[in-house]
């Protein structure tokens, strides 16, 4: 009787920490469909179906970096690039247990969106950075290597065929990039033969495994590992063990790190470790989630904060690379910082829309400022799988 006294005693001590697991766990699922519904609601375009504004509050003096040469100002609607974590959002949410019914709207809408980027006339087709019906734009590769994991993802969730053709369309328009400079690899973007860089050869290797993935025919698996390998033995920085941003075609590696370059990687070698069995991947995984979280973590930044927050959406795709190996390997420590970032941001850093600020810091000209819709489309994309995690 003593004994059983002390176990329902021993019991009864250990269900509060359940019941708040359950509830922090709940509050995550809530946390990304409120951001996701702010981003939805404030950034739409609504005499566009399906297309988004770049920045909120709009303003036509905004100006953009991400692209080739000089800086650009914001359009009547946003390039492809940000519209994309706001299909990857939608996505996952519909990965959440109830949920898919529910946003399988949003992304037949966000499929009609995507559509108007692609560009049938020059050949092979591929998506260029701004819709079509508004003027002729740069097609990027890595816009359209995040334009094929979104359509597998789509596949994932609805098992729609079309969205598989896509993502083997948009396969065949990055393949085409592909040349034996520095040894192989894509360029970022058509036509400018100047340098690889991780960001367009990462996404190809996600969407080639993906799409073997979903297809199981190996060929892509072959065009995966071969993306993989060539990122792995060229980009691979000797001393720091991350991915460098790019190679110049004289083979000297530009040694600026970003997040996501890393995490796009580590996700791959699990994905080929997953289908092949080959340890060597899984090793690799392993060794660039250390060396990603040592570097990143060892950077300047706020007390408050555990990670060096370079770019919000690139640190969540480092989080895919974190994820896809906990589920491998289970160990949580690097998912934990971001998750504590995260939450420190959501806590503290929301402008008075709702939104976070770029760097996650409560700092009054962040606040201030308009923001960016894939600095948004990121939180609701972290909240959702960070529940999917937890529960």
Known sequence: MKNLKVRISAVLCFLPSIVFAQLKTEKYKQRAEAIYQLVWDRY???????LFSENYPTGKSDSLNYF???????????FLWPFSGVFTATNILMRCPGLKTKYK???????????????????PPGYQAYPVDFEKADRYYDDNGLVGIDYMESYFNTRNPLYLRRAKEVFKFILSGWNSDVGGGVTWLEGHN??????????????ALKIYEGCKEPCYLEQGKRFYNWMYSTLRDSTTGIIANDVKLDGKQNRTFWTYNTGSLIEAAVLI????????????????????YKYFSNLPHDKNLQMHIDVPWFLTVLFRGYEALYKIDKDYRYLSAIEHDLNYAWQNSRDKYGFIT???????SQLEKPKW???????????????LIKR
């Open 373 to 387: 819709l894939l600095d948004e489309a990121c939180i609701a994309e972290l909240y959702a799988r960070l529940y």
């Open 44 to 50: 739409r375009v609504n005499k566009y179906p399906g």
């Open 68 to 78: 080739q040469g000089e800086a650009v100002k914001a359009k009547e609607v946003s």
């Open 194 to 207: 100047d340098q690889k860089p991780a960001c367009s050869n990462g996404m190809a290797t996600l969407t």
């Open 273 to 292: 470790y997953k289908f092949t069995g080959e340890a060597k991947y899984l090793m690799q995984a392993k060794q660039l989630a250390a060396s990603s």
């Open 358 to 364: 770029k760097n996650w810091l409560p700092e009054k």
């Open 105 to 123: 709207p949003y992304q037949d809408t966000l499929v009609i969106g995507v559509e108007q980027y692609r560009d049938p006339l020059r050949k």
